[in-house]
């Protein structure tokens, strides 16, 4: 199965597609003759999409299937349907040599449809086709191979209303969808403080043509990177994101674009468990755990920050957040301990050195085969993620119920290239340096603390 998206990928690539037929054609009128030599699936999507705006501007009021960045059914002005498929398939070879890993995997093969009807409800609806695609277990539930299943309303810009199951608001790197990442892989925060998604509702809007945006969600748990396995998670989450682009008097380097970001979630955290609750630590690829979770108890508050600018050809990102968990009654004699905290940052830049605009995705200005070679993009990423608690003066020690707690942490460095041969395929090729800080917990059977891991994805998303 892993071998189907590598050879869609280089098949869409390399080999011309034949020109549809009349009856095909998303306007009649416009139907290539049956001499009509062969066209490329990028000429066929712009004629798709020529014609979809022809049929926009009011045309065509009947039902007809266009295809513009993807395959779309539209009705008038009133119904539109756009299906989407991603497929990712990694080779990846690991440098701290886990045991049991499958370095080649069909990492995501989602299937899905967003649609919207009278300008009013929107809607989007993802499933999960694979064993992988990073799916997160709660402990008292099956596996959820659902993604994203929810309705929206909208009233206004400034209000717009969400309920079913979607990201919690909360960290500019989880929020990039996953085909529109500069990097194979999240950073850490993102992928183990953040909370991702899950059940609830959540209000919204955009105001001051969209240099201010606020979200405001209420959830049964709080995400499922809190989960694995073994634990549940928390239970109630409130949480809160606003954006602002508070630079915009300064229209140097593209510096009023720059969006300014703000988290704030917090979760109620029962000790129902029998296994400790807390949140954990993994390294990049092997998700090697370098720090176990704690028992914990009470409030789960994340704080984070970040910053999003882009400037022609260039882009850049920066992120921080911070989780701190109660956690009440959970000595060995039942006594109140020092809340656990974990922290993250990260630093990102990319290039792309085509020339073209820094966008996600990166639409090249002169397709792979069509007379250039696509947009081939560089991009360097620093971060670090650590456990801690509050130093009192007592010994550390790293079991789940210490009074203080035996600090870990991983600093990575990722080096990247990112070639996007269409609007719709793209290649990426990571080389990641890690560096834990405890050479007690290491994957390393040395003690070793330092290693390089790489990772090759080959991607089709529509």
């Known amino acids: 199965m892993l071998i189907a998206p590598f050879a869609l990928l280089f098949a869409l690539a390399e080999s011309p597609a034949p020109a549809p037929a009349p009856a095909a054609s998303p306007v009649a009128t416009t139907a290539a003759a049956p001499t009509t030599p062969p066209v490329s699936i990028s000429t066929a999507a712009a004629t798709a999409s020529a014609a979809a705006a022809q049929a926009d501007n009011g045309e065509s009021k009947g039902l007809r299937l266009v295809w513009k960045d993807h395959p779309s059914l539209r009705a008038g002005k009133w119904l539109r349907l756009d299906f989407g498929v991603k497929l990712q398939g990694d080779k990846m070879f690991p440098g701290d040599d886990p045991n049991n890993f499958d370095d080649l995997q069909l990492t995501r093969a989602r299937i899905g449809v967003d649609g919207e009807l009278f300008k009013v409800l929107q809607f989007s609806i993802e ?9 997160k277990v709660n402990a008292k539930a099956q596996k959820n191979a659902w993604r994203d299943v929810y309705g929206e309303v909208k009233f206004a810009d400034a209000l717009q209303v969400r309920g079913g199951r979607f990201k919690v608001p909360f960290s500019l790197d989880q929020l990039t969808g996953v085909s529109n990442n ?11 403080l953040a909370p991702a998604r899950d059940t609830g509702g959540m209000v919204r809007g955009r105001m001051f043509d969209r240099a201010f945006t606020y979200a405001v969600g209420y959830f049964e748990h709080d995400g499922d990177n809190a989960r694995s396995n073994k634990v549940a998670g928390g239970d109630r989450t409130i949480a809160a994101r606003v954006t602002a682009t508070p630079l915009a008097a300064i229209t140097l380097l593209n510096l009023d674009k720059a969006e300014l970001g703000a988290n704030y979630a917090t979760t109620e955290v029962t000790d129902d468990s029998e296994l400790p609750n807390g949140l954990r630590g993994r390294t990049v690829m092997s998700e090697y755990t370098f720090f176990e979770p704690v028992f914990v108890r009470g409030n789960r508050n994340r704080y984070g920050v970040d910053l999003d600018w882009t400037d022609h050809q260039f882009g850049a990102r920066a992120e921080y957040m911070a989780v701190t968990d109660a956690r009440d009654a959970q000595g060995l004699r039942g006594n109140n301990l020092n809340a656990v905290r974990a922290r993250a940052w990260y630093v990102q830049g990319t290039w792309v050195l085509t020339g073209d605009k820094k966008e996600r995705p990166v639409e090249p200005k002169h397709p792979l085969l069509m007379g250039g070679v ?11 993620m650590w456990f801690d608690s509050k130093e009192t003066g007592e010994p550390a020690f790293s079991n789940s119920r210490a009074e203080v707690v035996l600090p870990n942490g991983d600093k990575a460095f990722t080096v990247g290239v990112n070639w996007y041969l269409n609007r719709w395929m793209k290649l990426q090729m990571n080389a990641i340096h890690e560096e834990l800080q405890d050479n007690g917990r290491t994957p390393l059977l040395d003690g070793g603390t330092k290693f390089w891991s790489t990772v090759f994805r080959a991607q089709i998303a529509l």
Do not use: K, P
């Open 182 to 192: 500069d990097f194979v892989y999240r950073s850490l925060g993102g992928s183990y």
């Open 374 to 384: 696509g947009a081939i993009e560089v991009a360097a990423r620093f971060e670090r």
């Open 127 to 135: 499933r999960e086709m694979t064993d992988a695609g990073d799916l």
